[in-house]
Structure formats: structure tokens, C-alpha cells
Nanobody, 122 residues
Framework: QVPLVESGGGLVQAGGSLRLSCAAS????????MGWFRQAPGKEREFVAA????????YSSDPVKGRFTVSRDTAKNTMYLQIDSLKPEDTAVYYC???????????????WGQGTQVTVSS
């Protein structure tokens, strides 16, 4: 198992910012692509962003690219998702995931955290 622990979610006003964190083991962090997904109530889990071992970033869409920034800190074995200009439609449980390939399909990611709730009020 590869334990992944998300944190940093909360309730924020639209237009605000959050930085989500995903703490992983050193072994997992050095060997896996790390990604963020989110799942709103009644919706399918969707890809948000991922970062490769080389630091290459993949985002779900151009609008997301402008507001979401994924990064990783090797020294801390932690991946981050900086979310700026939050919108109500960003409300979801955000999950950290680890996989072998930098893709958008959640089925291609093998390990998952428990999720952290992000709620954006209007």
C-alpha cells in the first residue's frame, strides 16, 4: 500500500484561495506520478492536475490551468494544489492519487487518499 494523506480543504468564499497538500511516503513520492482529482456530489470523479517525476504538469483544461497550480516538494514528500479564484463549482472532495502514468483517467491511478473537502460559497 501507498499511503496518501490530503489536507488543506475547507470552506472559503468565492474568489478566495486554498492550498491543498498531499503527503506521501518517500518511496511513493519518488516512484509515482502524483495527481489530483475531485468529485462533486452525484458526479463522476474527474481529473484536475498531475505532476510527473520530472516536474511536468498536466491540467484538465485551460480554465483550470489558469487557477490551479500543482507542485511537488521532494524534500517534504508532499504534493500541493494551489487553487486561486475559487468558484462555487469547484466545490468537491479533492483526492490525491498516485500512479505510474501521467494520464487523466482515474482508473489509471493505483493509490488514493481519503480526500479533503473543498466548499466554496457564493
Amino acid at each position: 500500500q501507498v499511503p496518501l494523506v490530503e489536507s488543506g480543504g475547507g470552506l472559503v468564499q468565492a474568489g478566495g484561495s486554498l492550498r491543498l497538500s498531499c503527503a506521501a511516503s518517500g518511496r511513493a513520492f519518488s516512484a509515482y506520478v502524483m495527481g489530483w482529482f475531485r468529485q462533486a456530489p452525484g458526479k463522476e470523479r474527474e481529473f484536475v492536475a498531475a505532476i510527473s517525476l520530472s516536474g511536468s504538469r498536466l491540467y484538465s483544461s485551460d480554465p483550470v490551468k489558469g487557477r490551479f497550480t500543482v507542485s511537488r516538494d521532494t524534500a517534504k514528500n508532499t504534493m500541493y494544489l494551489q487553487i486561486d479564484s475559487l468558484k462555487p463549482e469547484d466545490t468537491a472532495v479533492y483526492y490525491c492519487a498516485a500512479g505510474r502514468t501521467q494520464v487523466m483517467d482515474p482508473k489509471r491511478f493505483d493509490y488514493w487518499g481519503q480526500g479533503t473537502q473543498v466548499t466554496v460559497s457564493s
